[in-house]
């Protein structure tokens, strides 16, 4: 019998068995169950307002990120539902409006979920979850429903495919160019997990991690799991004490597919509207074309992290962002907004001439903060850039690293980010 993959591991743990194979079905206990002010919708198909007891409320997190602050009564009333479900069932933790931020960078930042753990969640980019060697997956409204009353859902095993990173990452390259080579080469993975080894992951940064965990969602993966390395349980033990089991791979472990990539080749890339896998160029290709935009935003999930402020506020310090462009910047949660602004890097935006707002999916998911009209074009290093996610099905989005984004406001048209990032390196290289 075949050795199990990280993912196998953890699912075969969760249904009290000692091995699982792809193809099977298997009844879990899931760790960490965590819910979005969406969930609370006051509509048919979401959490009932006569909810009686859950299974284990001390499994429970619910977040607010979606919609905050709320834009319309119906939000409104979501929150209200949420408060008044947290406080009379006893979730374990209720990250109310200004008390938390987007989901996937709050679990990560505060270790809601521990090495080895399954989590599940209402949002499809759960997988983020996998930078901390978790098994997590985004499930449908009625699958969570019901894993928040008994405890336990189901999973069909998937087979595995393992990239194999080598190298490290050039200067100005960041982990959403990593996905976006993926992307470009490799294109989706639905019906597989994906798993990431090799040298190149260890020494690739945790920011850099997270952002590629989050936007595996976009390959069509099911789990996404990344080593529990030096950087993990450092990251871990800065947080907590809780004890936990991380999950490692056997030597003997089947694969579908087994790709090295060496992360020293790539260089900036940028996904063309509508779509990313098979849809992406280089940088300096797209902005040989000199596409002008309307509107950059930099945040969500992905890539609203403190680096990605960083990156962003050194390469707009002292300039101003193009007339008749938009740049919009959105904190991942209000711990990296806080420490934003105690670095100066929301001065150094809000200097430019950017909109720096709370931490919220708001513009990423075209629901407020940054909603694209018909015809306008969006450089974004969110999440996803189909038709109408921004906004007007009628909208263009492109999709690059932070960098890439900042550099093209400036420039009014999508930018190579690499003049600036030499010139900031020489400046910083001068003192």
């Known amino acids: 019998m075949a050795g199990l993959t990280m993912a196998h591991k953890v699912l075969a743990a969760r249904s009290g068995r000692d091995h699982v194979r792809p193809g099977q079905l298997v009844v879990t206990d899931v760790d960490l169950i965590v819910m979005a002010d969406t969930v609370f919708n006051p509509t048919a198909d979401r959490m009932p307002t006569d909810l009686l007891r859950v299974s284990h409320p001390e499994r429970v997190v ?5 919609a905050v602050p709320a834009p319309s009564i119906k939000a409104a009333t979501a929150h209200r539902r949420a408060r008044e479900h947290a406080e009379r069932l006893g979730f374990r933790r209720l990250a109310d409006v200004g008390k938390g931020g987007i989901e996937h960078q709050l679990i990560f930042e505060e270790c809601l979920a521990l090495p080895g753990q399954l989590v599940a969640s209402n949002d499809s980019h759960t997988s983020a979850a996998g930078v901390l060697n978790c098994a997590a997956r985004g499930l449908g409204m009625a699958d969570i429903i019901q894993l928040v009353c008994t405890g336990k859902t189901w999973y069909k095993v998937s087979p595995t495919v393992r990239f194999h990173l080598t190298g490290a990452l050039p200067f100005g390259v960041y982990g959403k160019d990593v996905f976006l080579h993926l992307a470009e080469v490799f294109g989706s993975q639905e019906g597989h997990d994906v798993e ?5 992951i260890e020494a690739m940064p945790l920011d850099d991690r997270a952002t590629l965990a ?7 993966a099911n789990f996404v799991m990344m080593p529990a390395d030096r950087l993990v349980r450092e990251h871990v033990a800065s947080v907590t004490g809780a004890p936990y089991e991380p999950v490692v791979s056997d030597p003997d472990a089947e694969y579908a597919a087994e790709h090295t990539v060496d992360l020293s080749a790539i260089r900036p890339r940028i996904a063309l509207p509508d779509a990313m896998n098979g849809n992406v160029r280089s940088a300096d290709e797209v902005a040989g074309q000199r596409v002008r935009i309307d509107q950059a935003f930099i945040g969500s999930c992905a890539n609203g992290k403190l680096s990605d402020l960083r990156i962003a506020a050194e390469i707009v310090r002292g300039r101003r962002v193009a007339d008749g ?6 904190p991942g949660s209000q711990s990296i907004y806080l420490d934003a602004v105690r670095l100066g890097y929301i001065e150094a935006l809000a200097s430019a001439g950017a909109l720096v707002t709370n931490s919220t999916c708001g513009a990423c998911a075209g629901g407020h903060l940054g909603v694209l009209a018909p015809g306008e074009v969006c450089i974004t290093s969110s999440t996803r850039n189909f038709k109408g996610r921004m906004g007007s099905a009628d909208a ?14 400036l420039e009014g048209c999508i930018t190579d980010p690499m003049p600036y990032l030499r010139e900031l390196q020489n400046r910083e290289a001068a003192g």
């Open 325 to 330: 462009v938009r740049l919009i910047v959105t």
């Open 214 to 220: 989050t936007m595996c969602t976009e390959l069509n």
């Open 196 to 200: 990431f080894a090799g040298p190149g």
């Open 396 to 409: 263009r989005i492109y999709m690059g690293s932070s960098a890439t984004v900042a550099a093209s406001a």
């Open 62 to 66: 619910v977040l607010m990120d979606h």
